[in-house]
């Protein structure tokens, strides 16, 4: 008959109790280093003045082919600024073997500042879907560039400035109103050629007067 020594025993069950918890230790790091991974990277295009974020997808599970099933944008850690796109269009998204890589793109505003994560949801060929998710920081400060066109100098002439030429005055010359020389009829400014004749008549019948004036002063 034998006797058990319980304390033989319970040390005993203790040692399988630790082996037992190293193993599962060993099979949960296992599965965590079969994880796969989303990284991403982020440039400014100056043409749109929009942040644009290229992300890589790389499946690594040894249970293949994978697919891509989502790809969604969280931007809940913005504190600035927005997300333009709602997800990102993954490629190829079906057919992934370990260590494939797929890539895709999204973009947000030119003034988004925090953190930005894409939350990709796939599904190795053996297992329940999975989920991995990517972050990067938005530094903001993306603006669009401006360009500037340059209007070909215009050449005005020269205006030319005509003097105005004052008409030239006529000044009239005075009107003399008068008795001309010898008892004449009174004339307007300047000689008229009818003068000399009429102030030879006019001395005729002077002289005819005096005459006729004389022989009358005989007779009586």
């Known amino acids: 008959m034998h006797i058990i020594n319980t304390r033989r025993a319970a040390r005993a069950i203790a040692a399988l109790g630790i082996v037992g918890l190293v193993s599962l230790g060993v099979a949960d790091n296992a599965s965590a280093g079969q994880a796969s991974n989303v990284v991403g990277i982020v440039s400014c295009d100056a043409a749109t003045g929009h942040q644009v974020i290229s992300w890589t997808f790389t499946f690594n599970y040894p249970s293949a082919p994978g697919l891509v099933k989502s790809a969604l944008v969280d931007a809940t850690g913005l504190t600035a600024g927005s997300t333009i796109d709602a997800g990102a269009n993954l490629s190829p998204s079906s057919g992934l073997n370990t260590l494939d890589t797929a890539t895709g793109t999204t973009h947000a505003t030119g003034d988004a500042v925090g953190n930005y ?19 990067v920081v938005l530094p903001g400060g993306c603006v669009k560039a401006v360009t500037t066109t340059t209007a070909p100098a215009t050449t005005v002439a020269a205006s030319t400035t005509v003097a105005a030429t004052a008409a030239p005055t006529t000044v009239a010359e005075p009107t003399t109103t008068g008795i001309g020389a010898g008892g004449g009829l009174p004339g307007t400014g300047g000689t008229s050629p009818a003068l000399p004749i009429i102030g030879a008549t006019l001395m ?17």
């Not at 939350?119 to 998710?133: K, N």
């Not at 005819?208 to 007779?219: C, E, G, I, N």
């Open 117 to 135: 994560q894409l939350v990709v949801t796939f599904e190795p060929f053996d297992t329940t879907a999975q989920v991995s998710t990517g972050t």
């Open 204 to 220: 005729a019948i002077g002289g005819a007067l005096l005459l006729v004036r004389r022989r009358s002063t005989t007779t009586s």
